[in-house]
């Protein structure tokens, strides 16, 4: 075969490749465009557009019906970090965070250590104690509210069996905001308790069995070779327990609906209760706004520094 006949092969086989190669290309392209593009439509309709709409109402006094009232600037926003109760909410959200990421989290890691093995009734112990997740937030603020009543609720009981009459645990504004976050830590941990037993399931069992044989106690073994591999689980659930504590709201409503004396209001119930409900849409959406920007602050900063290698 001459030199000319190799050459025009391999011409003719570069080009069929490029052929192919633009052909593959130009499938995959129109199949993004048919699955993903219906999403995308969605998504600016039902998202984008109305957090620019929303964003946009934080500069005029609007109430929600007709059309947009004056323009007002930055007043609602002056008015709401000059407001008391606004810095409450971000207290209490902050106070959350806490419970959350120093009780709910090593609650629900110690737990998932304990049944993470297989052993007799261990699907019933994790069923258990994921069951609080599962349940509707406004059925278990329900529930909580009437267990916490003085009246007719379990504390009666309690406080009976020592001969004292019981204590109106939600309407004492220095302590509603601690049932809360007993609350919270009960309905939550649960979630971080199964995403603890699939991590740590991912685990070699020969890491383990190697460390033991050299000698190592099972609290070593714990701590210098299960929790740093377990590193990557912990920071997604510190990441999914701060967001969820900053946009907490569901629970709050039926529990204590902000109160007594605004003493349990989160931001969200903050934005609810001098917004939505007093017409003043305006308002509500200043505080939409900046609830907005920590929550995108921090997940962008959090993923940005402590999961880029995760």
Not at 27 to 55: D, K, S, W
Not at 196 to 207: D, F, M, N
Not at 297 to 309: I, V
Request: with cysteine; proline share 3%; aromatic share 16%.
């Amino acid at each position: 075969m001459s030199a000319s006949n190799v050459r025009e092969r391999t011409a003719i086989a570069r080009f069929i490749r490029k052929a192919n190669k633009r052909h593959s290309m130009s499938r995959r392209t129109l199949t993004a465009i048919v699955f993903v593009g219906p999403a995308i439509v969605l998504f600016v309709l039902f998202v984008v557009l109305p957090m620019i709409e929303a964003a946009s109402f934080s500069f005029f006094k609007y109430s929600g019906y007709g059309a947009v009232g004056e323009f007002v600037g930055m007043r609602n926003f002056d008015r709401m970090f000059g407001h008391s109760i606004f810095a409450t909410a971000l207290f209490n959200n902050f106070l959350i965070i806490a419970a959350s990421i120093f009780v709910s989290l090593p609650l629900a890691f110690l737990l998932a250590v304990l049944v993470a093995d297989k052993f007799p009734a261990v699907s019933f112990f994790r069923a258990v104690f994921f069951i609080p997740y599962i349940l509707s937030d406004i059925a278990a603020g329900l529930i909580w509210r009437y267990l916490y009543d003085g009246q007719f609720g379990i504390l009666t009981s309690i406080y009976a069996l020592f001969g004292a009459d019981a204590t109106y645990v939600l309407a004492d504004r220095d302590i509603a905001i601690y049932a809360v976050l007993v609350v919270v830590v009960w309905k939550y941990f649960g979630l971080h308790m199964i995403i603890y037993i699939a991590g740590l399931q991912s685990i070699s069992t020969e890491v383990k069995e190697a460390a033991y044989c050299d000698g190592a106690s099972w609290w070593m073994t714990l701590r210098r070779i299960t929790i740093p591999l377990m590193g990557p689980t912990i920071r997604l659930t510190v990441f999914f327990s701060i967001l969820g504590s900053l946009q907490l709201f569901d629970l709050i409503m039926p529990l204590t609906g902000g109160g007594p004396q605004n003493s349990t209001q989160t931001l969200v119930t903050y934005l609810y209760n001098y917004g939505i409900v007093r017409l003043n849409i305006g308002f509500g959406s200043a505080v939409g706004v900046v609830l907005f920007i920590i929550c995108v602050a921090f997940a962008f900063s959090y993923r940005r520094l402590l999961m880029k290698d995760d």
